[in-house]
């Protein structure tokens, strides 16, 4: 009992920024307290803006506030230090000063692994779920985690910057586009966070794997559950598995996404490259259950004639050079999807479609390889 008294003191008499004993400590008008080297260095981040918050609880202060030693805490410190309480060593998933803290969690802050433009909150790993479950905060958008997040709102509308300017080259919110930059050639901001070329997509390249429980029993994943192909017999094992697709010839990736990735496929003869909620439906050929034909999967058609996307059963030819190896990026927080033909000689890339959503979950990539009454050389494979 007494070492957790001592655990509960040394977090409470900890700072939030460095995550040490409060150095000079200082307490800011919404009541937080903070190493005063630690706020004053956190604040000169945001001088030109005039925009000062608290890390913790984000309210905002203008003028920026006055930093005076608090002596009662420093007295409690010193204290503490006296009695030999040392803070307990960091955990590889608890914040340092380079990383940004998680906003919900109390004591020891967490790593962040998204921030939300809305409430401009951040979040560890174990929180940005309220989001998507929340009824009331599903509107609620995450991006990359950000010491920063007022720089994504628009100082003079306070409204989130989701344009680009390139006649200007500056992101804008909406009002902006309504008023002084109107007439300007502008695209969505996620549009615009997205790579020009191939070694920029790269960069961002996630390595799937196929799940061999929810394949379908006409095709077989094979090579380190990388490549899938249509085959010619009928795999009945584990065949009551309820994961199991058992009326399209599909398959779904064991990992899921909720960040910024991108990979590519190679295929043979007709293949779907698909991205699906993993609550889409397993059981029979209905359109509840087929890569595109529902609103929980986006899905790339690709044959020797040509490329279609569908979702929701809608289906639009595109046009663009035919290749066997399809790139796809996906960057979940900002809902931007696009599909990528890659040149034979992997240098260059030509968009095929884009797709500007909102993503309610977590995504798997998807595989639909083949006819049902046909079953020569059907196959795809994560590159």
Known sequence: MAQQAGQLNRETFSCSICLDLLKDPVTIPCGHSYCMNCIKS???ENEEKKIYHCPQCRQTFTPRPVLQKSTVLAALVEQLKKTGLQPAPADHCCSGPEDVACDICT???LKAIRSCLFCLASFCEKNPQFHYESAPVKKLKLVEPSKN?????????????????RTDQKCICIICLMEEHKGHDTVSAPAEPEPQNRDGFLKYTFEFSLDPNTENSKLEVNQRNRTVKLTTGVNNSDS????????????????RVTGRCYWEVEWKERVRVAVAYKDISRAGNRNECGFGYNDKSWALSCSQ???SFGHNNIWTLISGP??????????????????YSVSKDQKDMTLLHRVQTRFTQPLHAGLWVGEEYFYNEYSAKFC
């Open 305 to 307: 004639s040509g490329f």
């Open 42 to 44: 956190f604040w000169d």
């Open 240 to 255: 009551g598995n309820p994961d199991r697709f058992t009326g399209w010839p599909q398959v779904l990736s064991r990992e």
């Open 107 to 109: 004591g020891r802050k």
């Open 149 to 165: 997040v007022l720089e994504k709102v628009c100082s003079r509308h306070d409204e989130v910057m989701k344009m680009f300017c």
């Open 322 to 339: 035919v290749s066997s190896r399809v790139g796809v990026f996906l960057d979940h927080a900002a809902g931007l999807l696009s599909f």
